[in-house]
């Protein structure tokens, strides 16, 4: 099949497709040259085939620091507190709390091979060791497994004040880009709002001591120029009012106010009715920037989630600080995200798993929410600190583009 055309535009068997003349990208700059806490960027190129599962971001920061401690979290992408997609001003994709909700994403889906590989260019170096920052690299004779090399690099490359560039594919920011379908005849927006420092920073016991400067962001789009034969197939198709759609994992994120060492119920308000949930994944988080924020503190005693009175698991999750429980839920993590990576599984191993807290629930099998209110959902936690807990949210969905007349109207599901 044609990697240009997607499904629905094809009209001939594969090989009497005529290959397409142009397969490029075009920068789309932000629109203030000095870029504030909002960037914007739009496209409004609206005879463009544009396909976003093969566009990226280029972005350029450069960390200030009074010392030589302070670095950037675990990816370029935790510069970025929110994130919103639109097409043809209708809002597809909005992440909240994006620079954490990448931390958890990436914790367990990149390896540390993918860091040592193409994920470098991401400045996603995995953090190892005990996520501290002042470990020495052997600890007499013998390696030391509590040294963080994640750090160590993202430190070799942020030092001196020097602007640091990195290449993003777009689907690790949207998910709706990491469908490979065309785009037609449609102005895109994106917008990201930077994250506060001492929420991006890495390094010593204060965040005061850096800043970080967002010089630039750009992303850029992969534009398809078609052959005629193509683009004739294509426009056919959009006269005669194809509709089709965009199916998506949609991540988002919620982080709890401020909870006691105590039995504590965190209540989180969903928006619609509609959302169907798939998965929630629950992180204790320390805000203590000389801790490797990867390196999620074990701050729970035990856990289960309430949703619309249904409770996920049934058997609640205890002893969650000792082998026995981390190996319980390590198993639960490894299947529930095999149901939605199967090409790549769990990137954590066990030994990295039990110096963090990452609990997950699979909501597959619960019925679907049919009362038209909102979904309901509760984390009933026993914390042994003081602490937030950050819940992020996983459901499906479907963005549906329908040509009515060679006029596009955009529905999200």
Request: charged share 20%; proline share 3%.
């Amino acid at each position: 099949m044609s990697m240009i055309v997607p499904d629905e535009y094809l009209l001939k068997k594969d090989d009497e497709i005529i290959p397409d003349v142009e397969n490029d990208w075009v920068e789309v700059r932000s629109d203030n040259a000095v870029l504030g806490n909002t960037i914007r960027h739009h496209y409004r190129n609206t005879n463009s085939y544009i396909n976003l599962s093969k566009s990226y971001l280029e972005i350029n920061f450069s960390v200030t620091a009074f010392d030589t401690t302070h670095t950037i979290t675990n990816h370029v992408l935790s510069l970025f507190r929110r994130a919103t997609l639109k097409i043809g001003n209708v809002t597809c994709e909005q992440v909240e709390n994006q620079h954490l909700n990448i931390l958890v994403n990436s914790i367990i889906k990149y390896s540390q091979d993918y860091s040592l590989s193409s994920g470098s260019n991401a400045m996603f170096y995995r953090d190892t060791g005990s996520g501290l920052i002042d470990i020495a690299l052997l600890d007499g004779a013998k390696h030391n497994l509590d040294y963080n090399y994640g750090y160590q690099r993202r430190l070799v490359r942020t030092t001196g004040g020097g602007v640091v560039s990195c290449r993003v594919p777009l689907m690790e920011l949207f998910q709706f880009a990491s469908v490979d379908k065309l785009i037609y005849g449609q102005e895109l927006e994106c917008e990201l709002v930077q994250s506060p420092d001492n929420e991006r920073i890495y390094g010593g016991p204060s965040a005061d001591a850096a800043t970080i400067l967002v010089n630039k962001v750009s992303v850029w789009l992969n534009k398809i120029i078609p052959s005629k034969a193509n683009e004739s197939v294509i426009l056919k198709q959009i006269q005669a009012g194809v509709s089709y759609d965009f199916n998506f994992l949609y991540s988002n994120a919620y982080l709890s106010s401020p909870l006691l060492a105590s039995s504590q119920v965190v209540r989180i308000s969903t928006q619609s009715e509609n959302v169907q949930f798939a998965y929630v994944m629950a992180v204790p988080t320390n805000f203590a920037t000389n801790v490797s924020k990867s390196v999620t503190p074990n701050f729970i005693d035990s856990c289960n989630l309430l949703v619309d009175n249904v409770r996920f698991p049934v058997n609640r999750y205890e002893n969650l600080t000792n082998e026995l429980g981390k190996a319980r839920t390590y198993h639960a993590l490894s299947q529930m995200v095999n149901g939605f990576d199967a090409s790549s599984g769990l990137s954590l191993s066990f030994d990295d798993y039990k110096r963090c807290t990452i609990l997950p629930f699979d909501l597959q099998n619960k019925l679907k929410n049919v009362s038209g209110s909102p979904t309901q959902i509760e984390l009933e936690v026993t914390l042994n600190a003081d602490c937030r807990v950050l819940v992020v949210l996983q459901s499906d969905r479907v963005v549906n583009i329908n040509y009515q007349g060679g006029n596009a109207v955009i529905k999200v599901n």
